[in-house]
């Protein structure tokens, strides 16, 4: 539920779809699309937000404005260069940003940290068994993420403030991806942020976010075919 964590269950496994759920995923898409909400499809090639979402999973995009402030804690699309690359907002413009490891300090609140069990993952060709921990920023619903290592230094590092419209991402697979904490990303300017990742189609068609909280869908309808709102 979202009151608790969202994304997929702790388990990664890719298991075929059934005729229910592949119709849930047509009738909500078009659902969508009567509602003039335009999704943008995207396939993910690599683990890099696993546990929510994996390799071969496809989600759909709202490329519309959204509020900054609402977008802590939520998967984003960024563009890196020519690529295409999925994110999650830690921190926002103003923010003081430190890490403990791989766990975010938020303005000197630490992120909530709580274990959640394993998975087992491709990362990079590798199966690989993750460390399973909900993560809650201060002011964010929570959300899933996979750790190779849950040793943390005794110490944060030094302090910083992502600076004016820019944001502050990080991969849910701490371990294993490339994001705001290396040099050649950094803050990404907002205009390289062009989209809230807001539903899965395939494998396991389900909303990453409150239905409501999607422009033109507040009101969430019954969904029996498969596709959860949350």
Known sequence: ????????????????????????????????????????????????????????????????????????????????GDNIHVR????????????????????????????????????AGRDTELRVVAERLPGARPYRIALETTALPEGPSDEFVVPEGRVWLLADARDRAVDSRASDWGPRPLADVPGRVFYRVLPRPEFLVPAETVPGLEVAPVDDTGATGR
């Open 88 to 123: 999650r907002v830690v921190g926002l413009p103003g923010d003081r940003i430190a890490l403990r490891g791989t766990r975010p300090i938020v303005d000197g609140r630490e992120a909530d940290w709580r274990p959640e069990g394993t998975i087992r993952a491709d990362m």
């Open 1 to 80: 539920a979202m009151g608790a964590t969202v994304g997929a269950p702790p388990a990664v496994a890719a298991e075929p779809m059934t005729l229910e759920q592949w119709a849930g995923s047509v009738v909500t898409t078009y659902r969508f699309m009567e509602k003039g909400v335009r999704p943008r499809r995207l396939r993910m090639m690599t683990s890099t937000m696993a546990p929510t979402i994996v390799a071969g999973d496809t989600v759909l995009v709202d490329t519309r404005p959204y509020p900054i402030a609402a977008l802590r804690g939520e998967m984003v699309t960024v563009l890196v």
